[in-house]
């Protein structure tokens, strides 16, 4: 198990079937080698712990699905609503599956866990995946450290394990965090092709794909090759 595993779960939406498993992600944070991500693991794991199943929920809502800064459909703050966000995810979609990754009809590619997740399987290719969203992750990390949120850290433990940001990267954070994601004039096609679009789920969060101890994000690997 890696770093890059624990957060893409903890980044996901904390629905009942992982609410269930923290007693085993805790176990797991406490596998890992002594270091910074280890520390911020475990403490948001006994930020957790304090909630209820409602409050850990309406946390998560309030922190990512409210403001436009704090989104982690990541590619967003880049492109906002126009149409290079679609082709950007197609990309991005199809990266996933040269690497041996499948997204599930209800997950998005540039949502965060995702990425995460990617990461954990593809370490060097999801590095990079990471690092072209770079100002992007800065955005959502001045925003979760305004809001004191108990997110930030593990926000600032996947920053930590990136290469530092070069000056433009950060100049790009600061000019999206002030004019927010640009937009196109309306009466456009859809933000995304049909193939990257989820399946829709009546309006509600669609369960994580479960397996084997800890639940699986909506992501899997192709048939007949090993999940590490």
């Known amino acids: 198990m890696t770093p890059w595993r624990l957060l893409s779960l903890l980044f996901d939406y904390p629905d009942a ?49 409210f403001a436009k800064r704090g989104t ?22 199809r990266h996933y599956r040269d690497g041996g990754l499948e997204l599930s009809g209800s997950a998005l590619p540039d949502h965060l866990p995702a990425i995460l ?30 809001d004191e949120s108990a997110y930030a850290q593990l926000l600032d433990t996947i920053c930590d394990l990136l290469p530092a940001p070069s000056e433009t990267e950060l100049e790009d954070a600061h000019r999206i965090a002030a004019a927010g994601p640009p937009t196109e004039a309306v009466g456009l096609e859809p933000f995304a092709p049909p193939e990257v679009m989820p399946i829709p789920c009546g309006g509600e969060r669609a369960p994580a794909a479960g397996g084997a101890g800890m639940p699986m994000l909506k992501v899997h690997r192709r048939e007949g090759e090993a999940v590490r």
């Open 17 to 65: 079937e992982l609410l269930a498993c923290s007693a085993e992600l805790r176990e797991t944070a406490l596998s890992l080698p002594p270091s910074p991500a280890r520390d911020a693991i475990l403490a948001f794991l006994d930020h957790r712990e304090t909630q209820s199943a409602e409050a850990a929920q309406r946390e998560y809502v309030e922190t990512f699905d």
């Open 72 to 93: 982690l459909y990541l590619s967003f703050h880049t492109y906002g609503d126009r149409r290079e966000r679609g082709m950007a995810m197609l990309k991005l979609k």
């Open 117 to 146: 997740e990617f990461t954990h399987h593809a370490p060097e290719d999801g590095v990079e995946v990471l690092r072209g969203f770079r100002p992007a992750l800065e955005v959502v990390r001045s925003a979760l450290h305004e």
